[in-house]
Nanobody, 115 residues
Framework: QVQLVESGGGLVQAGGSLRLSCAAS????????MAWYRQAPGKQRDLVAV???????NYADSVKGRFTISRDNAKNTVYLQMNSLKPEDTAVYYC?????????WGQGTQVTVSS
């Protein structure tokens, strides 16, 4: 497995912004894909955004236009820029990576959006 470490979560008011970071132990260009998921209390873990090794991205409908997934290949880090945050964005956010069929997860970082 790849080691993934998330950071950047916190408490923010509705309409505010946060940037999450995911630092990987391997070259992120080697990955088939990297993604951000989130899980609210009592709910399943849902896909938020994904980026492939080629740089293409996809987003959940609920975050399109507000969230942006990006990467810094030199730093082996993937980011999730979250703007116009809503209370329903409150969740633990997890970094995900797939490398040669092996899936890795970060430990998660809490994002809380107050109304």
């Amino acid at each position: 497995q790849v080691q993934l470490v998330e950071s950047g979560g916190g408490l923010v008011q509705a309409g505010g912004s946060l940037r999450l970071s995911c630092a990987a132990s391997e070259r992120i260009l080697s990955f088939n894909s990297m993604a951000w998921y989130r899980q609210a209390p009592g709910k399943q873990r849902d896909l938020v955004a994904v980026i492939t090794s080629g740089g293409s991205t996809n987003y959940a409908d609920s975050v399109k236009g507000r969230f942006t997934i990006s990467r810094d290949n030199a730093k082996n880090t993937v980011y999730l820029q979250m703007n116009s945050l809503k209370p329903e964005d409150t969740a633990v956010y997890y970094c995900y990576a797939s490398l040669r069929g092996v899936v890795s997860w970060g430990q998660g970082t809490q994002v809380t959006v107050s109304s």
